[in-house]
């Protein structure tokens, strides 16, 4: 059996049945998958996780259960819980519980945000041998990239040698090298330490400690439709593209096996992201009502197909084919 989990408290337990359904639409039929909710601090009404094992229920190879995360939480309660003025929600912090919380795993577990569209089997990236890495993760960045080198490397949070930064999105944990090191509590240690320079939490204390044992996967396994836009135009010599090889960028945009719709425009909500509609289709597959189109959707669509055509001649000249 393969596990994979989410976090989420029952705000976003309608986003949370979007990115299920997708993952298990695309899980291949001959091994069963476990789906693992972490909640606690109020939990789930018994509404939404009626709403959620009907959609598991649709698919006859998955199970799911839900897992308090309080336990794990209150030895980290000063750091987790009681920020003045935190902007981050606990279940920002709980998958680094994962190999902790999901204790009868044996091989690898992958944790995702909820605020994803799958379109390819996860059971590729949950197959991975990982040898000595603890995670794999997806690069976000790279050294040089203006909006992260200065929080980043110029604060100290990744050395000089480390040329990328990954993005915690889409996490693939090595399960038993994680419990032998405790990771979670290293990188709670390592965050107590560097409060003030962390923008980015646990995701940055991963990539402090752990750069050099991450596994980095193809950028389409958590890949940010926004970057359409920016590919189309973006120098075909350059080394790294936002983090990752022009090559594998492209091919991103043209097979994202994962759309991760981070930052604050949603595709439930009102706007012109580029993969919307498949973001849309999904909803009401689980009985969730889209958002109306924007104004002007028609005239950004066409932007996005155009950004698209762009791409496949880039891609061709990149690949030779």
């Known amino acids: 059996m393969k596990d994979v989990a989410f976090s989420s408290d029952d705000r976003g337990a309608r986003f949370l049945r979007v ?36 959609v598991v229920g649709r698919f006859p190879n998955a199970t799911m259960r839900y897992i308090d995360v309080e336990p794990a939480v209150a030895p980290y309660a000063d750091l987790i819980l009681d920020r003045a003025g935190s902007r981050w929600n606990v279940f920002t912090w709980t998958p680094i ?6 204790s009868d795993a044996t091989g690898n577990v992958a944790h995702f945000d909820i605020d994803m569209l799958f379109n390819d089997d996860v059971g590729k990236i949950l197959d991975l041998e990982l040898g000595d890495s603890l995670i794999a993760a997806v690069a976000e960045y790279g050294k040089g990239d203006p909006v992260i080198t200065e929080a980043v490397w110029g604060n100290g949070i990744l050395p000089p040698e480390a040329e990328r930064y990954f993005n915690t999105g889409t996490i693939v944990f090595n399960t038993a090298a994680c419990r032998a090191e405790r990771t979670w509590g290293k990188i709670l240690d390592w965050y107590r330490d560097h409060y003030a320079i962390a923008d980015r939490i646990e995701q ?28 189309a135009r973006w120098d075909l010599s350059a080394r790294y593209w936002q983090g990752n090889p022009p090559s594998e960028c492209l091919a991103a945009a ?10 604050p425009k949603k595709p439930w909500k009102k706007g ?32 996005n197909r155009r ?15």
């Open 19 to 54: 990115t299920v359904w997708s993952l298990l639409r695309h899980w291949r039929a001959d091994e069963p998958i476990r789906v693992n909710v972490f909640e606690g601090y109020g939990g789930h009404s018994a509404e939404s996780k009626r709403r959620l094992a009907e």
């Open 97 to 102: 519980f994962t190999p902790l919380l999901i």
């Open 204 to 231: 940055d204390a991963w990539n402090a400690l752990y750069w050099r044992r991450t596994r980095l996967l193809p950028l389409r396994w958590n890949f940010h439709d926004r970057l359409v836009k920016s590919f």
């Open 254 to 263: 043209l097979d994202p096996a994962i759309l991760h719709f981070w930052g």
């Open 272 to 303: 012109h992201r580029p993969y919307r509609r498949l973001y849309h289709e999904a909803m009401r597959a689980v009985g969730e009502t889209p958002p109306p189109e924007p104004l002007l959707a028609t005239f950004h669509d066409f932007l």
């Open 307 to 321: 950004n698209l055509r762009t791409i496949r001649k880039r891609s061709r000249l990149v690949t030779g084919s």
